[in-house]
């Protein structure tokens, strides 16, 4: 095919909509291939990546062989993020016109079908056919071969270019930096040849291809994966050739739409828009590349197109600190730059409504707001305690902190603390600058939550030598000395050398624990039963002769994973019996560690019989299946983002933490989702179990996985309640039907932080048990309630007290109680308790009044002129108003005191009738007041009325003070009160 050098300039603009469409039509309908959906920018199968980087991602293992192709070509366009690791984009975004966090990356593969030829040719057709883009713009470049790697130079691409009507000129040779292509550290690779587009087209301008021009760019890289780069470092050939293309979307549409900048383009420029008109006194987006709004402009934009994709695709913050610090930094950047911090919920619907219809997980953006929201209130409140401590740091830290750091809440302790450590440092002798110890970076780590590029900017901003490199090693080794396999016993007992051992006496690698899945139902017992198997013992290790773990060959113990505790059971041989009491898994064994009831040993080599307590299996099988059940009923019934944070399956009980985002959930929803599962255990629902590989898994929508986790890509065991309950991956053991369970009881739910919940619940007899006595106790609360009346209320007190303690105590011993009932009863008791408080005050009232009638009774006007009265009733009050008290007496001077607790009160009436230059309630309660050594409260009527203020006095000593009070406050008055009238 030769290339008609005339411009090939299109008419009209095209919307970006349309040249994906043009993209995916060429592949799909001209071409033979078959379309399929991006994957997910969360990497399920692959723990070498925080992000989906490239399209070639869900395809690695097809390359590797361990996988078979869904088709032998196939397009696409995939969602990339690009934020960390080898393809890390996120310092320079807004500084230029071209990188992105989030980008889409539109791609052809082959699966040893087509090769270089094929698709240097398709990729030419389509460029200068129906995007007619100019050939005269265009430069292709090839791998010029490398010593290091034993390849020579790829000169059968450059003759194919040479074939297809490029100049020699045009084809250029790069080393392995730019045209050797790598997913990773490990993986597939191999040499690539790119397109690289020149928006200017003025002149011939080879020279400078790869130089970092934002007006000559690469617009489309082919990759042939034909190696494997193995973790030594060196390369290896894969079994098949492969074709792997790549092409910027956004790169792709400036071209098109004849722009120098991706920004300039309909993908962002709707996204300035919604920024300007939220933020009307900001000048508009002028496209330049000096002025730092603008500049913002397109962070904004670009965040906010990662931030959407990554939450609509099942990533939240609270699980990736690089999400999260990119939705900080809008935050701050919309604040700081626009005046409006909440910009970030302006351009998230804008976002959906470009991408949306091409990505329909977008398309609920309001359940993407909704995280969003959580995020900008916890970051809003961590602001405010940082801004707090900011006051306490050099000033050189506070910009740090600000704008990078903030999500590092530990930052300015671990500041503090470096200042005080580094005089321990040593210097080193060329800079003279300190050395931070890796020991002490793991500290930073693991104590003050910082990750390697904090330390890193804590270094730069202190002058710190530190080298990160030899940090993961020591990291490593000192995560490793951390955690302690097999409970007891710390040692490990499958290093490198036993595993040889192993390899070399019974030809095994690995434990064949297939059998732990064979369990069946037994209707008669009402329990599962798992086959007994033997196996032989090929290592046994011992610390002090009684705990013991034990290799097998083979297995049927499940050994902890998912969330699921461990099996217990026995080994048999012969009169030798061994309890099983904890399971775990290490470099492809089974480790079973326990202790002999028994005399004796097993021998290595020999054979036991192993036996799986079926009790305890089902409890752990029946436990596992209702979290699952818990947690879609969940996701269904309050239809908000919901992620699972971790989970806790035990033989008797079962806790499950969920972020769930959006108003916190009241009693009825704890009731309608426990009623959910019930009914779903009642409906007797089939459990299915498939095994599927990372294809069959990214070809479906509604599997449930847990953010961050990393699936195996082979062997997934994909759980399915009913038809559409509950759909998860899982290695544990289930139940084979819902009905097996027999019932649910939701027992607890703590709430953790602002959005993340707790549920502890139980399945079996201990959940009818416990809906049993809910009904009970609660039958009970609703009694009291029915029967309290003002006539019993001491008993109804006793009542309340004996029901509180049967909760207490039901707890304690494990008798659980539905967490709704439980609810429900102290509700019930706290209205029942409240008016009972009620009526007893209305009673104390009561013994009040009848008190002081009597003291006036009993002491009339003209035998007693005044009156020091001590309130014996307020002894059986909480609290007690003595102004109330104080109004039952007008016709004569009047000191009234209290004891209520352990605090003393006093209260002093002198109508002005009664009043003198010497006697005044102020004088006269001061008399007390002295006794008491308390103050007394000066007003402008205080001669008529005062108050003593309250005093704290000790039960022993009050009676002293009390009767001294007493004879002050009598004699003074029948001194200055009497005798002077």
Not at 603 to 610: A, C, P, Q
Not at 691 to 700: A, G, N, P, R, T
Not at 851 to 880: D, G, I, Q, R, T
Request: proline share 3%; with cysteine.
């Amino acid at each position: 095919m030769q290339i008609n050098a005339a411009r090939c300039s299109s008419k009209h603009i095209l919307p970006a909509r349309l040249i994906r469409e043009q993209f995916l039509n060429f592949f799909v309908k001209e071409k033979n291939h078959s379309f399929v959906r991006s994957s997910p920018v969360v990497p399920f199968c692959d723990k070498s990546l925080a992000f989906v980087n490239a399209g070639m991602n869900q395809f690695k293992n097809v390359f590797l062989d361990r996988q078979q192709p869904p088709y032998p070509r196939v397009a696409n366009t995939q969602k990339c993020v690009r934020v960390g690791g080898k393809h890390n984009d996120l310092e320079i975004i807004g500084s230029d016109g071209y990188h992105h966090t989030f980008f889409e990356m539109l791609g052809n593969w082959s699966f040893n079908d087509y090769f270089k030829k094929e698709a240097c040719t398709m990729a030419l057709e389509l460029l200068t056919g129906p995007y007619k883009i100019n050939p005269n713009r265009l430069y292709v470049t090839y791998f010029k071969g490398d010593a290091e790697l034993g390849l020579e130079p790829d000169l059968e691409t450059f003759e194919i270019w040479r074939s297809l009507g490029f100049a020699k000129e045009r084809i250029l040779p790069f080393d392995k930096k730019d045209n050797f292509w790598e997913m990773g550290d490990v993986g597939p690779c191999g040499p690539c040849t790119e397109i690289h587009f020149d928006h200017l087209g003025t002149s011939l301008r080879a020279d400078f291809v790869n130089s970092g021009l934002a007006d000559l760019t690469e617009l489309w890289n082919l990759v042939f994966i034909q190696y494997n780069r193995n973790s030594d470092g060196s390369i290896s050939s894969l079994p098949h050739k492969n074709i792997d293309t790549g092409m910027g979307f956004e790169r792709l549409v400036a071209v098109l739409q004849e722009k120098s900048s991706n920004y300039d383009t309909d993908l962002f420029l709707p996204l300035f828009d919604g920024i300007q008109k939220a933020c009307p006194r900001a000048s508009p987006y002028a496209g330049t590349f000096t002025n730092d709004l603008d500049k913002d402009y397109r962070i904004l934009a670009d965040h906010g197109r990662m931030v959407t994709a990554c939450i609509a695709d099942g990533m939240f913050p609270d699980n990736n600190y690089k999400l999260r610090r990119v939705l900080r930094k809008m935050i701050l950047v919309g604040e700081k730059s626009f005046g409006n911090d909440r910009l970030v919920f302006e351009i998230i619907p804008r976002v959906v409504e470009s991408l949306g219809e091409t990505f329909p997980e977008m398309q609920n953006f309001n359940q993407i707001l909704k995280v969003v929201d959580h995020e900008f209130e916890i970051y809003k409140n961590l602001r405010k305690d940082v801004s707090k401590g900011i006051k306490t740091v050099p000033l050189k830290m506070v910009d740090l902190i600000e704008n990078d750091l903030l999500d590092y809440p530990g930052i300015i302790f671990a500041y503090k603390n470096l200042m005080l450590e580094r005089e321990k440092w040593k210097r080193d002798e060329k800079s003279q600058k300190l050395i931070v110890p890796n020991e002490y970076a793991f500290k930073l780590c693991d104590t003050y939550g910082l990750d390697v590029d904090a330390i890193g900017r804590l270094c730069e901003m202190e002058q710190l030598l530190w080298n990160r490199a030899e940090f993961r090693s020591t990291s490593k080794r000192l995560n490793a000395k951390l955690k302690k396999f097999g409970g007891n016993v710390e040692q490990k007992i499958l290093e490198k050398e036993k595993i040889e051992e192993i390899s070399s006496k019974f030809n095994i690698r690995r434990t064949n624990d297939i059998y732990k899945y064979n369990s069946q139902w037994d209707e008669a017992k009402k329990k599962y039963v798992t086959q007994r198997i033997t196996a032989k013992i090929i290592a046994a290790v011992t610390k002090d002769n009684k705990i013991w773990q034990l290799v097998t060959d083979k297995s049927n113990f499940y050994h902890e994973s998912g969330g699921q505790v461990s099996d217990k059971g026995l080994f048999l041989q012969e009169n030798v019996k061994f309890s099983v009491k904890n399971v775990f898994f290490e470099n492809g064994f089974v480790i079973h560690e326990g202790s002999f009831d028994t005399e004796g040993s097993f021998s290595v080599g020999s054979d036991v019989e192993m036996i799986v307590n079926d009790d305890f299996r089902t409890g752990t099988t029946s436990h596992h299946t209702a979290t699952h059940l818990l947690n879609g009923i969940a996701r269904a019934e309050f239809a908000l983002p919901c992620c699972q944070k971790s989970s806790l399956v035990l033989s008797d009980q079962l806790k499950l933490e969920l972020s769930i985002y959006g108003p916190r959930l009241t009693r009825e929803q704890y009731q309608r989702l426990e009623n959910g599962v019930r009914d779903a255990i009642k409906s007797g629902f089939a459990v299915r179990i498939d095994v599927i590989d990372e294809q069959k898994l990214l070809s479906m929508s509604d599997v449930v996985t847990v953010p961050g986790e990393i699936y195996p890509d082979t062997g997934l065991r994909l759980v399915q309640v009913g038809n559409s309950v509950s759909k998860e991956l899982c290695c544990g053991t289930h139940a084979q039907n819902t009905a097996h369970l027999g019932d649910f009881c939701l027992t607890n739910v703590k709430l953790t932080g602002r959005a993340s919940y707790i549920f502890t619940a139980v399945v079996g007899d201990a959940a009818k048990e416990a809906h049993r006595l809910g009904e009970e106790l609660l039958a009970q609360a609703k009694d009291i309630q029915r029967t309290m009346n003002k006539d019993n209320v001491s008993m109804i007190e006793r009542d309340i007290m004996d029901l509180q303690e049967t909760l207490r105590a039901s707890e304690e011993a494990k008798q659980f109680v539905p967490y709704c009932v439980k609810n429900e009863i102290l509700s019930i008791l706290g209205e029942v308790e409240a008016k009972c408080r009620a009526v007893s005050k209305e009673q104390l009232r009561e013994f009040v009044e009848i008190e002081m009638k009597s003291l006036l009774e009993a002491k009339p006007k003209e035998e007693h002129p005044f009156l020091v009265h001590y309130l014996a009733s307020a002894l059986l009050m909480e609290s007690v108003p003595l102004h109330r008290v104080t109004k039952y007496v007008t016709d004569r001077p009047i000191i009234v005191i209290s004891y209520t607790g352990t605090t003393v009160k006093a209260r002093c009436c002198v109508p002005e009738e009664f009043q003198s230059t010497d006697f005044n309630a102020e004088k006269w309660l001061l008399q007390v007041a002295h006794v008491f050594e308390s103050q007394i409260e000066t007003t402008k009527g205080s001669k008529i009325v005062c108050n003593m203020k309250d005093k704290r006095i000790n039960v022993n000593l009050f009676a002293y003070k009390l009767e001294k009070a007493l004879g002050n406050a009598n004699a003074f008055a029948e001194f200055y009160f009497l005798k002077k009238s």
